[in-house]
C-alpha cells in the first residue's frame, strides 16, 4: 500500500542533489562492558542479523513516485528488502583514534543514499585504540529529522546495564516515526519553518483571535530586528566565509567535556548552560575566523531553537537569532552579550501567543526555506550565520546489553548559506558537541574542538580570578 508523502518531506527529495544531500545522522560510542571487548559487541550485532528478526516497518519503507501517485512522493514497503545491505561492519586503519573515525563519519555522511531502497543505513564501526565501538546510522530527512534520527537510536537502548537480550536498533523502533518538532528540525535543517508557518496558517482559520495576535507579533519582530535587539529575526548578521555556496564534500567532529565545567561557568555569571554553549561558540568561531584573517567587523549571528517555559505557555519552541558578541576580545563580554542577547529574545517571545511565536519563528528563518524549496541557491541577505543547538539528553546513562553509551553525537544537513552546523547533546554528566560541516567551505574542521576547549578553559579562568580577587 502507498502511502503519501507529507509535502513538506517530499521537499528533502525534490531539493537533493549530489552536491546537497538531505540526511541526517548519529553516531554512538559504546563502551563494552567490564571484561568484554568491541570483538562480542560485534558479534552481537552478528547474532541480530543472523536471526533474522523482522526490520520494524519505519525501515522497510522506500519514496516511489510514478504516475499512480501522480507524480508526487509517497511510501511504500520495499518488497526486496535486504538488511545485509543498509547494516556494514566497517574497521577503522591503525592507529585507530578519533580522529580517524570522524574522517570515516564524513566520507559516509557525504554520500548519497540509494532512492530505490529504504533511506537509511547503518554502520558498525571496530577498531577505535581506546577499545570502544561505534554505531553510525544516516537517514533520510524525509524520514526523520536530526533528533528524530537520535531517538529512533534509543529506543534500542535502557538504563539497566545488566539487561542483556536487547533488540538491534533497526528492530527495536516501532512503524511510527518520532514527532518533528521545532527544535528537532532545527538540528538538522531549516525545514520546520514550513511547517510552522502551515500550523500558524491552519491555527489561524479557525480561531479568530489567533489572527488579531500576529499583527503585534510581527510588527514587533521587525522592530526588534531594526533596533538590533533580541528576538526571531535579525537584519544585523555579516557574511562571512561559512555563508557560501557549498559542495557534495562534509567534515564531521565531536568532543565532550564535563557538563559540570559548563553548570560553574553559568553559575558564577547567571547564565544559562545553553547561554554557556552559545559562548563557547562564539569564542570558537572568533578564533577560527581570525585564523583564516576572515572575521568581520559586526558581530557573528547563531540561529538557536528554544524551548520556552511559563505558565502561561506551558513548554513552546522558538527560534531565536543570537548576537554572538563576536566582535569583543574578551570572553567575559561575549557570555554577557550572548546572555543579553537570549534574555531579551525570551522576553519578547513569552510576550506573543503560541501562534505569534510560530510566524516570528518562521520569519526569522524563511530566506534559507525559500531557497531550498525554490532551487534559489542564493539568498536576499545573511539571516545567520550559524545553527547552534542545545538538546538535553538523559540524566541517567544508557546501555544496550551492557555497553555504556558515551557519547551520541547528531550530524546534520549543511546547506548553501549554512555551511556550519553546531548541535550538543548531554548524556549523563557529560555534553557533547558535535560539528557537521561542507568539507570545502569549512576546512580544519577539528581545530574548533580545540578552540572550543581553548574558550573553556578562558572562562574558567577568568571567573576564577574575578572570585578571588572579590574574596580578598
Not at 525534490?14 to 563494552?32: A, K
Not at 541517567?396 to 546489553?401: M, R, V
Request: hydrophobic share 45%; charged share 20%; glycine share 8%.
Amino acid at each position: 500500500m502507498r502511502l503519501p508523502m507529507a509535502p513538506t518531506d517530499s521537499m528533502f527529495l525534490l531539493g537533493e542533489s549530489p552536491d546537497h544531500p538531505m540526511h541526517v545522522g548519529g553516531l554512538l560510542l559504546l563502551q563494552p562492558p567490564e571484561g568484554s571487548d568491541a570483538t562480542e559487541l560485534r558479534a552481537r550485532f552478528d547474532e541480530a542479523l543472523r536471526r533474522e528478526d523482522p526490520a520494524a516497518p519505519l525501515w522497510r519503507k522506500r519514496p516511489v513516485r510514478s504516475v499512480t501517485t501522480l507524480g508526487q512522493w509517497a511510501w511504500e514497503e520495499d518488497p526486496r528488502f535486504d538488511i545485509e545491505y543498509h547494516v556494514r561492519f566497517n574497521a577503522l586503519p591503525e592507529p585507530g583514534t578519533t580522529e580517524v573515525l570522524w574522517e570515516l563519519v564524513s566520507r559516509l555522511h557525504a554520500s548519497l543514499l540509494d532512492r530505490t531502497r529504504p533511506l537509511w543505513e547503518m554502520h558498525l564501526i571496530e577498531g577505535l585504540a581506546d577499545g570502544r565501538y561505534a554505531l553510525y546510522v544516516k537517514i533520510h530527512h524525509s524520514l526523520a529529522d536530526g533528533i528524530g534520527a537520535m531517538r529512533l537510536l534509543r529506543r534500542a537502548l535502557g538504563t539497566d546495564p545488566a539487561e542483556t537480550g536487547m533488540p538491534a536498533p533497526w528492530v527495536a523502533s516501532d512503524a511510527t516515526p518520532p514527532a518533528r518538532s521545532t527544535v528537532a528540525a532545527a538540528i538538522g535543517f531549516p525545514g520546520h519553518v514550513v511547517r510552522a508557518a502551515r500550523g500558524a496558517t491552519s491555527e489561524v482559520l479557525t480561531v479568530a483571535t489567533g489572527a488579531l495576535s500576529l499583527v503585534p507579533a510581527l510588527v514587533g519582530t521587525v522592530d526588534r530586528a531594526l533596533h538590533d535587539r533580541g528576538g526571531a529575526l535579525s537584519l544585523a548578521a555579516p557574511h562571512t566565509i561559512l555563508n557560501d555556496q557549498i559542495s557534495g564534500s562534509r567534515r564531521f567532529a565531536a568532543r565532550s567535556w564535563s557538563l559540570e565545567r559548563l553548570r560553574l561557568v553559568a553559575k558564577l555569571t547567571d547564565s544559562t548552560i545553553n547561554d554557556v554553549v552559545l559562548a563557547l561558540s562564539s569564542g570558537a568561531l572568533r578564533t577560527y575566523l581570525l585564523e583564516h584573517d576572515a572575521l568581520p567587523e559586526r558581530s557573528l549571528v547563531a540561529m538557536v531553537p528554544v524551548s520556552l517555559r511559563s505558565k502561561q505557555s506551558g513548554n513552546d519552541i522558538a527560534v531565536l537569532m543570537c548576537d554572538l558578541g563576536t566582535r569583543h576580545p574578551d570572553p567575559e563580554q561575549r557570555l554577557e552579550r550572548v546572555r543579553t542577547s537570549m534574555t531579551e529574545g525570551k522576553r519578547a517571545m513569552r510576550g506573543m501567543t503560541k501562534i505569534g511565536r510560530l510566524a516570528a519563528s518562521a520569519v526569522g528563518v524563511a530566506p534559507v526555506a525559500v531557497g531550498v524549496l525554490t532551487g534559489n541557491r542564493v539568498v536576499p541577505w545573511t539571516p545567520f550565520n550559524v545553527i547552534v543547538s542545545n538538546v538535553p539528553g538523559p540524566e541517567e546513562p544508557l546501555y544496550w546489553n551492557g555497553a555504556r553509551v558515551d557519547a551520541l553525537y547528531p550530524l546534520s544537513v549543511p546547506v548553501d548559506g549554512q555551511a556550519l552546523n553546531i548541535t550538543c547533546t548531554s548524556t549523563d554528566d557529560e555534553i557533547a558537541f558535535g560539528l557537521t560541516a561542507c568539507g570545502r567551505t569549512v576546512p580544519d574542521l577539528v581545530c574548533l574542538l580545540d578552540h572550543l576547549d581553548a574558550e573553556l578553559a578562558a572562562l574558567e579562568r577568568a571567573l576564577t580570578v574575578g572570585t578571588v580577587a572579590e574574596d580578598g
